[in-house]
């Protein structure tokens, strides 16, 4: 596809790994809605390493796209490196203004986009990222029982060592300005699944002001989400302080932000 030389306002940035059979619903849930909206924008695909043909099925949605007005862009080395080393590599070749990233199986429906983009669109914030915590009625299909649990638990551990307020870090529904994004994922180290620990903490200590919302949700099967990812995700919050006390996120060194969240 020739790229269009019109720069985007918007770019959504979506990490596949294994995504061959929820890839295609998920293109066309996004080509229908953004379709309807006047404003350019791309998506970004990140396949990190797909074993069962992810990649072919997104090119093949390449061309629907361009017909509807969309830019759609597949990136990855055909590699495995994490769903953190994926996010990270769409952030940062995004070319809009404001950034989001989603997870594959839309479990934040795409029509909550307008909770995460407008704050930031308004000036109220650089980076606005879902929530299922704070308020729990909008989860139509919860998690088993057991993940819940596992999830609080490392909540509160998440915030008793690093000092966030936020109450939901691992949704995959985040939006964050081209500044912050930049700098932000310029700097994040880890891969895994600690990486949205990561990237807020650094996003607060480099001064960028963080919102929460509650957001719509719902669990979709054939999550990738193990217990091994689960225990590194405790590794990984250490991993965030002993990082910063090594001095390895370094200093912010664009522009200014707005009020301290």
């Avoid at 940035?13 to 929820?22: F, G, I, L, S």
């Amino acid at each position: 596809m020739t790229e269009r030389t019109t720069k985007p306002t918007l770019s959504i940035v979506v990490p596949a790994y294994n995504e061959a059979q929820r890839i295609v619903p998920t293109l066309e849930r996004l080509r229908s809605y953004l379709e309807g909206h006047a404003e350019s924008v791309e998506v970004i695909v990140v396949d990190d390493g797909s074993s069962d043909g992810t990649s072919g099925v997104v090119e093949r949605e390449i061309s629907r796209f361009a017909e509807a007005g969309i830019d759609l862009r597949l990136l990855g080395d055909g590699r495995n490196h994490g769903k953190g080393a994926a996010v990270r590599v769409g952030m940062l070749a995004a070319r809009g203004p404001i950034v989001l990233f989603t997870d594959a199986d839309l479990s934040a429906p795409i029509e909550e986009l307008p909770k995460l983009v407008d704050p930031i669109r308004a000036g109220d914030a650089d980076i606005v990222i879902g929530s299922r915590a704070i308020d729990r009625s909008l989860i139509g299909v919860h998690q088993p029982a057991a993940r819940e649990i596992a999830g609080r638990t490392f909540n509160l551990l998440m915030r008793v060592l690093t000092g966030m307020p936020f109450r939901d870090t691992q949704c995959g529904f985040k939006a964050f300005s081209a500044d912050a994004s930049r700098e932000v994922f310029s700097r994040v180290l880890i891969e895994r699944f600690g990486f949205d620990v990561e990237a807020l903490y650094v996003a607060r200590r480099l001064g960028f002001a963080v919102l929460e919302v509650p957001v719509v949700w719902n669990d979709v099967a054939g999550s990738t989400v193990n217990l091994m990812n689960g225990l590194n995700g405790y590794a990984d919050v250490l991993r965030v302080r002993f990082n910063d006390l090594r001095g390895r996120y370094g200093a912010r060194s664009t522009g200014k932000t707005k009020a301290a969240a």
